[in-house]
């Protein structure tokens, strides 16, 4: 089945040690994003690419940053990862033009100790 | 920017009951999304009714587009409904704006 798909699910690191969070799609859609749900919030958007396109929210904290090495790969990188860098991080997929429905992956819960 | 509230905030329900989640949003949109997240933080597609109404089992959805609202219908609640209930807008481009949720627990 077409699909995406987060690595890990889960996530341990340490305070201000770099991690990197991936996401793969089947589903050859041109656009990938990344939220990020804290605890009892909706997901809010960090950032999308459009094909190689990237696009940051302009809340978006200097410390994420993210690669798009190719159509099918996304990857959240945290460069210092703080406590309050602990959360859910949702990765999506859409195809532009295609009425922008958006498919998510299982997520990563991310933990800052 | 666009306002998207989502009520109830929380809901108990017995199981075999029926419930509405309404989502109302402050301007006009070009794509509403309805989506369940399960317990393990999955975010699962429901609908895309951007208007109209559509059905899928137990559940559907009816979307207002000029009154700027859409419900969400459970008929017949089970306890693998339990979970947060999410209504997402996008009013152009590619920055979906998502409701604070409805959360659901339905007893056995």
């Known amino acids: 089945d077409a699909m995406v798909i987060q690595n890990p699910r889960y996530q341990v690191t340490q305070f201000g040690k770099p991690v990197t969070l991936s996401c793969s799609q089947t589903l050859n859609h041109n656009v990938m994003y990344w939220y990020q749900q804290k605890s009892s919030q909706a997901p809010k958007l960090l950032f999308h690419?459009?094909?190689?396109?990237?696009?940051n929210e302009a809340d978006t904290p200097d410390n994420f940053q993210s690669r798009r090495p190719n159509t099918s790969f996304c990857f959240l990188d945290i460069r210092s990862p703080g406590l309050g860098d602990a959360a859910m991080y949702l990765c999506?997929?859409?195809?532009?033009?295609?009425?922008?429905?958006?498919?998510f992956g299982a997520g990563t819960r991310l933990s800052v100790l | 920017g666009i306002q998207v509230e989502q009520s109830p905030p929380d809901l108990i329900l017995q199981e075999g009951a029926n419930s509405t989640l309404r989502c109302n949003f402050s301007?006009?949109?070009?794509?509403l999304q309805w989506f369940h997240q399960n317990p393990w933080g999955q975010l699962i597609n429901l609908f895309y009714i951007p208007s109209g109404t559509k059905q899928n089992g137990r559940l559907s959805a009816t979307t207002v587009a000029t009154e700027r609202y859409s419900l969400l219908y459970i008929s017949s609640s089970q306890t693998t409904d339990s979970g947060v209930y999410f209504c997402a807008v996008n009013t152009g481009g590619f920055k979906t704006i998502f409701g604070a949720g409805t959360r659901l627990f339905v007893k056995a």
């Open positions: 999506a997929t859409s195809r532009a033009g295609d009425k922008n429905i958006q498919y």
């Open positions: 301007d006009s949109v070009n794509n």
């Open positions: 690419y459009y094909d190689k396109d990237f696009n």
